[in-house]
Structures are given as structure tokens and as C-alpha cells.
């Protein structure tokens, strides 16, 4: 079964209510930077979201450096973002 893909308009509703994460320039995924600390914070965190990640079946594209991590969330199988990326990006705001 296909996993439907949002609509412009679903799309622009969903990144309002996600402050900090932005429409990638091909429109395609979403993404968002964080910050901490140090090394040992970033990677801690990226724990939490793999767990996360694991639990919904549903794994973000990521980076790493130092104290940075940027995540890059889209549905392969709808083509662009869906409503699974809105609800991940929620989760992992929960856990910054």
C-alpha cells in the first residue's frame, strides 16, 4: 500500500506547527539542525532518536559533527513528505 504524500497546503500547515525544521529546496523533505553541547551530548541524543526511529519504523537521514546533528526526514515510498515525518519530527522535538 502507498503512503500518501502531503499536499502543498498539508505541507505548509505542518512545518508552521514545527518551529525550527525547513522545507528542503527541492520540497521533497524536511529538515533541521541541532546544537549542543559537546560530542557526547549530540551523540546521546542521536541514541534517543534511534530508538525512536526503530519503534516507528521510520529512519531519518542524518549528520553528524562534533556537537551537531542534522536531520533530514522524508517517505521514500509517498515521494516527499507525509504525515509520518510530521509525527517523527514532533517526536524527536520532544526529545531536544
Given at each position: 500500500?502507498?503512503?500518501?504524500?502531503l499536499s502543498d497546503a498539508e505541507r505548509a500547515?505542518?512545518?508552521?506547527?514545527?518551529?525550527?525544521?525547513?522545507l528542503r529546496a527541492d520540497g521533497l523533505?524536511?529538515?533541521?539542525?541541532?546544537?549542543?553541547?559537546?560530542?557526547?551530548?549530540?551523540?546521546?541524543?542521536m541514541t534517543r532518536v534511534a530508538l525512536l526511529a526503530e519503534a516507528q519504523d521510520h529512519h531519518p537521514e542524518w549528520f553528524n559533527v562534533w556537537n551537531r546533528v542534522e536531520i533530514t526526514l522524508t517517505t521514500h515510498d509517498a515521494g516527499g513528505i507525509s504525515a509520518r515525518d510530521?509525527?517523527?519530527a514532533r517526536?524527536?522535538?520532544?526529545?531536544?
Open positions: 500500500m502507498a503512503i500518501p504524500h500547515a505542518a512545518l508552521a506547527g514545527l518551529p525550527q525544521w525547513q523533505a524536511i529538515t533541521r539542525t541541532f546544537r549542543f553541547a559537546d560530542f557526547s551530548e549530540a551523540f546521546a541524543f510530521v509525527k517523527m517526536e524527536i522535538n520532544k526529545l531536544a
